[in-house]
Structure formats: C-alpha cells, structure tokens
C-alpha cells in the first residue's frame, strides 16, 4: 500500500497562518471571539477568503490551532506539582497566559473557555487518568473526575487573577499547588520497600 508522503510546511504557508492567527488576537482586543468573522480576519490579514479557507476550515479551526500553539510544549500536571525541585519547576501553560498579553485575550474569553478545557484534556487526560488510576485504587470515573475538577478549578483561579490583576499570582500557584499535591497523595499507593 502507498502511503501519502507527509506534506511540508513551507515558509510562506507559516506566515499566512501567522497573519491569520495575529488577525484574529487583534480582534479579540475589542470583541469576544465569538462575534470575530473570517472577514474582519481576511482584511485584517489583507488576504482573501479563498486564502483563509486553504488553511482553516473555519474559524473554530484556527482557534485550535492557536490554543494547539499555547499548549504545545507546556508540562503535566503530574510533572509539575510532583517535581522534585520546586524552586526549578514551572507550569508553562500558566506562565505562557501571566506573561503574554495576546494569550490572555483568548483566557479571558468567556466564549472560549469551553474550547481551552476541551484542548487541554486532549492534551493532558489520557496521562493524567492513567498515571492516576495506576498508582492508586481510583476508578476511571473517579480519576476523570478528578482531572475535570482540577483544570477547571484551575482554570477559573487563573481567570479571576489575571481579571482583577493580582500581583503575586505565583505565590496564590504555590498554595493550589500544595493544595492539589496533598490531595493527590492521599490517594496514590506508596511502594513500602526499603
């Protein structure tokens, strides 16, 4: 059987998808994403529809691309509340929103907040309930469970600091983070060998 070669990303379609994408963070300064049409994009891009349309399928499809590039080389959960060296770990995901204004439109976008948490459990929930179901006595329910209420806790923390603008976010991250690493614990099984 033939298999299809895998297409190349060329420079000038990376810039096209670049410009689509800024378009798009240009226009959530004023409006909510959900009222952003692919023609305010196009001309705000100065590209026609055809164009867009080469690209994205719609705009729901270059939303996911933007958040696909927001998570890309974040971190786990697991890796980042166990870490050994607290001092050394960093949640890139959190980080990535603190530190970049244009980010912080998409999080702050009640319209996408459904969008965000259904991304980041394509990303993280398969590790997570897997990891969490085989180092404890927790059901499938019950670690899926857990997952939702963790990222959605996390994700409307992060929403309420970054609207009233706190200016110690890392140290409010340390206390869910111990929060969450203490709950976690007392359900993982501890190899007792010496």
Known sequence: MKQTPERKTD??????RQQIKDSIFQLL???AFSKITVTEVCQLA???RGTFYLHY???EDALDDILSDI???TSSVFDHVFCPNRAACTYPFCDKIQNNEKYQLLF????ISGRLLDKLADYYKEGYVTYLMSHSLLTFQEAEAIFYFQMNGCLTVN???LRNKCPDWRKIQRVIDGFIRAGLESYLIRDQRP
């Open 11 to 16: 420079r000038r379609t990376l810039y096209t």
């Open 108 to 111: 702050l976008d009640d319209s």
């Open 159 to 161: 929403k309420i600091m």
């Open 29 to 31: 300064k004023k409006k």
């Open 71 to 73: 998570l890309c080389d």
């Open 57 to 59: 399928l719609d705009m």
């Open 46 to 48: 100065e590209i026609n």
